[in-house]
């Protein structure tokens, strides 16, 4: 017989819409942290091309005005585990956005003597920059704390969805409003990222708080009332009718995984950040993964992207396109850029349909050799002086940057970190991602001027090809396991290192594409089979 819950009845359909209303409201404002840091990255490519001419700007002040907000970025995300912690992730989402629309306000009203408001406008970019840094961090860690288990993935992916559709929403402003005089246009553009941010502030109003913060809080009653409601799955009163078999409470065991993981780590709540990577391999292993993604991407959170270049196209799209050999007014540069989002928009798409089902390290690994290819084709394209060749290569890299690269850091680095850490793990791993972030906007113009813009393409290329090599032997799969078995994972051993190659790569043979506690009754508990290995 099956077990008596509160409500004896089957839920109707109106009930399970109203369910998935509330997941879709969810997952959607949450992601609209992704869609601020693409508006913004996406704004600012636009904006450049009238406010150098307005302002009289030199290609030194541009590059500030693009990497100030990178470096803010940096800066917030690295102290941002402590918000995190010690408001919770909801909070720090409210703050983030409340920051934004302030930083949003000062940009457009950025008038002054010197350059006619460039000092401003650095201020206002700065203080976006705060509020990018921590929402890059606490959405995608937001969402895989309340994302079922079965759709953690898509659920993640749709934050990174939600940042090249927010690209692409930008460059549409951008051309809509570039037809405006250069005197004031750049400065409603910039302005306008406060209408989201807002509206973003208002939705969280009526959403839960993280169910694993309210653990970490010893809150766990409220923990378990908030998972219950994103489960949708009423609490059991009663064992089987016959007395034989003990209830199935999957909700009760998740909140129960979280609290022995935390709990069997308090003792070692306050390690230092320099311990963890010298006395915690387990720590360590999830850490230089999750820091490596970010470094080779780093764009949006461009993971193999950052160093494999995804930013310089996002941040200088326009520039690239002239020195191919296309040529247009200026409005032609801005709307230049919406094909260039929309191919990376379309390989997120893609990916948000295959990540659960192909996993995490194919994808990840397939997009890699197609970005590699496309950026050796823009460098083939610069080399022959060959227009048509570099701006198919460019969309090429960009489609194949969205199927897995642009996605696979959110996703792994929001849930490969142990609960006790996992605040200032991910602050770290974000911190590198917006310090190459940092780095690579600095130096781009400067880069293409000294080795050549095929030569720029080119070391992007080696570096994708180098970093491919390394994620093949040290990604693990991680779909369709909770975080409890993720984070055994990586703090399983082995007897030497020539085992472990290999052995911890495949998804464990008990856990099939789409099998969870909350898919299906048979499910063995973590503790039946052993775990891959990483070393």
């Given at each position: 017989?099956s077990?008596?819950?509160?409500?004896?009845?089957?839920k109707?359909?109106?009930?399970?819409?109203?369910?998935?209303?509330?997941?879709?409201?969810?997952?959607?404002?949450?992601?609209?942290?992704?869609?601020?840091?693409?508006?913004?990255?996406?704004?600012?490519s636009?904006?450049?091309?009238?406010?150098?001419m307005?302002?009289?700007?030199?290609?030194?002040?541009?590059?500030?005005?693009?990497?100030?907000?990178?470096?803010?970025?940096?800066?917030?995300?690295?102290?941002?585990?402590?918000?995190?912690?010690h408001?919770?992730?909801?909070?720090?989402?409210?703050?983030?956005?409340?920051?934004?629309?302030?930083?949003?306000?000062?940009?457009?009203?950025?008038?002054?003597?010197?350059?006619k408001?460039?000092?401003?406008?650095?201020?206002g970019?700065?203080?976006?920059?705060?509020?990018?840094?921590?929402?890059?961090?606490?959405?995608?860690?937001?969402?895989?704390?309340?994302?079922?288990?079965?759709?953690?993935?898509?659920?993640?992916?749709?934050?990174?969805?939600?940042?090249?559709?927010?690209?692409?929403?930008?460059?549409?402003?951008c051309?809509?409003?570039?037809?405006?005089?250069?005197?004031?246009?750049?400065?409603?553009?910039?302005?306008?990222?406060a209408?989201?941010a807002?509206?973003?502030?208002?939705?969280?109003?009526?959403?839960?708080?993280s169910?694993?913060?309210?653990?970490?809080?010893?809150?766990?009653?409220?923990?378990?009332?908030?998972?219950?409601?994103?489960?949708?799955?009423?609490v059991?009163?009663?064992?089987?009718?016959?007395?034989?078999?003990?209830?199935?409470?999957?909700?009760?065991?998740?909140?129960?995984?979280?609290?022995?993981?935390?709990?069997?780590?308090?003792?070692?709540?306050?390690?230092?950040?320099?311990?963890?990577?010298?006395?915690?391999?387990?720590?360590?292993?999830?850490?230089?993964?999750?820091?490596?993604l970010?470094?080779?991407?780093?764009?949006?959170?461009?993971?193999?992207?950052?160093l494999?270049?995804?930013?310089?196209?996002?941040?200088?799209?326009?520039?690239?396109?002239?020195?191919?050999?296309?040529?247009?007014?200026?409005?032609?540069?801005?709307?230049?850029?919406?094909?260039?989002?929309?191919?990376?928009?379309?390989?997120?798409?893609?990916?948000?349909?295959?990540?659960?089902?192909?996993?995490?390290?194919?994808?990840?690994?397939?997009?890699m050799?197609?970005?590699?290819?496309?950026?050796?084709?823009?460098?083939?394209?610069?080399?022959?002086?060959?227009?048509?060749?570099?701006?198919?290569?460019?969309?090429?890299?960009?489609?194949?940057f969205?199927?897995?690269?642009?996605?696979?850091?959110y996703?792994?680095?929001?849930?490969?970190?142990?609960?006790?850490?996992?605040?200032?793990?991910?602050a770290q791993?974000?911190?590198?991602?917006?310090?190459t972030?940092?780095?690579?906007?600095?130096?781009?113009?400067?880069?293409?001027?000294s080795?050549?813009?095929?030569?720029?393409?080119?070391?992007?290329?080696?570096?994708?090809?180098?970093?491919?090599?390394?994620?093949?032997?040290?990604?693990?799969?991680?779909?369709?396991?909770?975080?409890?078995?993720?984070?055994?994972?990586?703090?399983?051993?082995?007897?030497?290192?020539?085992?472990?190659?290999?052995?911890?790569?495949?998804?464990?043979?008990?856990?099939?594409?789409?099998?969870?506690?909350?898919?299906?009754?048979?499910?063995?508990?973590?503790?039946?089979?052993?775990?891959?290995?990483?070393?």
């Amino acid at each position: 017989m099956s077990t008596f819950t509160q409500n004896s009845t089957a839920k109707d359909s109106v009930g399970n819409r109203s369910h998935d209303g509330f997941i879709i409201k969810l997952a959607i404002v949450a992601s609209m942290s992704g869609l601020l840091f693409g508006y913004d990255t996406g704004v600012v490519s636009g904006a450049i091309v009238f406010m150098r001419m307005d302002m009289n700007l030199s290609p030194f002040q541009l590059e500030v005005v693009v990497s100030s907000t990178i470096l803010a970025a940096a800066i917030s995300s690295a102290w941002g585990h402590h918000l995190l912690d010690h408001w919770g992730r909801k909070k720090t989402l409210m703050i983030a956005s409340t920051i934004f629309v302030i930083g949003s306000i000062i940009m457009g009203g950025a008038y002054g003597p010197y350059h006619k408001g460039f000092t401003l406008l650095v201020i206002g970019r700065i203080i976006v920059g705060f509020a990018i840094g921590l929402a890059s961090e606490a959405g995608p860690l937001y969402i895989s704390e309340c994302a079922p288990p079965p759709l953690r993935g898509k659920l993640t992916t749709l934050f990174n969805i939600a940042v090249v559709g927010g690209q692409v929403f930008a460059a549409v402003l951008c051309g809509c409003l570039s037809y405006l005089p250069s005197s004031y246009n750049w400065r409603i553009m910039l302005a306008f990222g406060a209408v989201p941010a807002f509206l973003q502030l208002l939705g969280f109003l009526s959403l839960p708080l993280s169910p694993t913060w309210l653990v970490l809080k010893n809150r766990h009653e409220e923990a378990e009332a908030v998972l219950r409601q994103i489960r949708d799955t009423p609490v059991i009163l009663s064992a089987d009718k016959d007395g034989d078999q003990p209830a199935v409470d999957p909700v009760h065991d998740e909140i129960q995984d979280i609290i022995d993981d935390y709990e069997l780590s308090k003792q070692h709540q306050h390690v230092s950040l320099w311990r963890l990577w010298t006395a915690y391999p387990g720590v360590r292993r999830a850490m230089v993964l999750g820091c490596s993604l970010w470094a080779v991407s780093g764009r949006q959170r461009r993971d193999v992207s950052q160093l494999a270049g995804i930013n310089t196209i996002m941040y200088y799209g326009a520039t690239i396109i002239r020195k191919a050999g296309l040529d247009g007014d200026r409005s032609f540069d801005v709307w230049i850029t919406v094909p260039l989002y929309l191919m990376q928009l379309i390989g997120i798409v893609i990916c948000f349909s295959i990540i659960d089902r192909w996993g995490r390290r194919a994808t990840l690994l397939i997009s890699m050799c197609c970005v590699f290819i496309g950026q050796l084709t823009v460098g083939i394209g610069f080399s022959t002086d060959n227009g048509v060749v570099t701006v198919a290569g460019m969309f090429f890299y960009l489609f194949s940057f969205g199927v897995g690269l642009s996605t696979m850091p959110y996703t792994m680095n929001a849930e490969i970190f142990p609960i006790e850490y996992r605040g200032v793990c991910v602050a770290q791993s974000t911190a590198v991602f917006w310090g190459t972030n940092f780095i690579v906007s600095l130096t781009f113009l400067t880069l293409s001027r000294s080795m050549g813009n095929d030569g720029v393409f080119y070391l992007y290329a080696s570096i994708v090809f180098v970093s491919g090599i390394y994620f093949y032997f040290t990604v693990p799969e991680t779909s369709g396991l909770s975080l409890h078995e993720v984070k055994a994972y990586f703090e399983a051993t082995v007897g030497s290192e020539s085992e472990a190659v290999g052995s911890h790569l495949e998804r464990p043979d008990h856990l099939e594409l789409g099998t969870t506690q909350y898919g299906t009754e048979d499910v063995p508990s973590p503790e039946e089979p052993s775990l891959p290995q990483i070393t």
